[in-house]
């Protein structure tokens, strides 16, 4: 046995996010294929699917969180992979219906924009983007201040 205990050993970024971000991109990717597979709008069905990704967000959080606290950043750059991941899913995904709608010639620019972020994708795409966003700056400037280490 290693004179060394798992608690006092360095912390190690790579291998405690990557798998994490790993699984974070798997979790939208299956959430944003069920929303093509089921018409493409953003139903109850795809919330419930974030939310369950957002629920496992806050479960390894929890678990890893005095893991995190020891990489400097840890916790913050965990905040970081989880806005992104989401968001660049739900925002890639519109951007391919917006390029998608602009190839149809019969209708009106208007009609194609609301075709393809009409009401359900304003949500994912410009509320939460928006609202995250900003609670994600004031964790980094936070974050910041401390010079990367939480409390």
Sequence with gaps: MSSTSQTSSPANARTLLLPYTLVLIVAMAIVQIVIAATGGEVTILAGILT???A????VWLWRNLRVLKRVRFGVVIAHVIAF???TMSYNLHALVRLIDA????DTSAAENLHMALGGSWIGVTLVMSGLWGLGLLIHLVGSVLGRG???
């Design 84 to 86: 992104v991941t989401v």
């Design 55 to 58: 629920l496992g967000i806050a």
């Design 51 to 53: 939310a369950v990704v």
């Design 102 to 105: 602009g190839r149809t010639i």
């Design 149 to 151: 280490w939480e409390d």
